[in-house]
């Protein structure tokens, strides 16, 4: 199947600081990526999709100012979270929908610590 | 996308049959059964879907009832390797790639 890489797979930064995670489409053009978020025992949620071109679509709740997402090219979608907090450390998880394939396809996902 | 209904928990004997249940009471004629499963600390995976036929892959078989409100995942030898979350989500064709993900349940595979 299609292969979906996230990079870094953990990274630990210090409050304030911003940190960007990569999705990247190894083998396939994706013009649209989905961007989730997984608290510790809990379950995915979506937090944005991610369209080639054009400014992302984010669910309710969630701050466009502080996940910036950026899909500039077909292969490669970038979510930066800005202005790290503790309460921003989570699972970050990234999946590419590819034309003629009905299931999706996800990262391995970004552990991310903010001290 | 209707919502689904899962048991949070549910273990197996290595070697068995694992039969995940899901209700989906609320599912429309264009809206698709989708299993996915997360093993710890990964992304999702995919395993297989279905509209209203029994489906099968070489991972496991998906059954569907005849009113379509509920189905089953069905592991046919599970393994240890099969510990897992598993996800039961419902989706309308249109929506490929933009998942709601319910609570799950977990599969906890026994030696």
């Known amino acids: 199947g299609a292969v979906v890489s996230q990079h870094p797979s953990r990274v630990i930064c210090k409050s304030g600081t911003s940190v960007k995670i990569e999705c990247r489409s190894l083998d396939f053009q994706a013009t649209t990526m989905f961007w989730y978020r997984q608290f510790p025992k809990q379950s995915l949620m979506l937090m944005a999709t991610s369209n080639e071109g054009s400014k992302a679509t984010y669910e309710q709740g969630v701050e466009k100012d502080k996940f910036l997402i950026n899909h500039a090219s077909l292969t490669l979608s970038t979510l930066t979270v800005t202005s790290a907090h503790p309460e921003d450390s989570s699972f970050y998880i990234c999946s590419a929908e590819l034309g003629g394939y009905t299931e999706a396809f996800f990262g391995q996902g970004t552990r991310l610590t903010v001290v | ?111």
Request: net charge neutral; hydrophobic share 30%.
């Open chain 2, 1 to 111: 996308d209707a919502k689904t209904t899962q048991p949070p928990s549910m273990d197996c004997a290595e070697g068995r049959a694992a039969n995940l249940p899901c209700n989906h009471s609320t599912i429309s004629g264009n809206e698709y059964v989708y299993w996915y499963r997360q093993i710890h600390s990964q992304g999702p995976q995919y395993i297989i879907h279905g509209l209203k036929n029994n489906e099968t892959n070489e991972m496991a078989s998906l059954i569907i009832t005849e009113d379509r409100k509920s189905s089953t995942l069905i592991l046919p030898h599970a393994t240890l390797r099969d510990t897992a979350v598993y996800y039961c989500i419902v989706r309308a064709a249109s929506n490929t790639g933009k998942l709601i993900f319910g609570q799950g349940t977990t599969l906890q595979v026994k030696p």
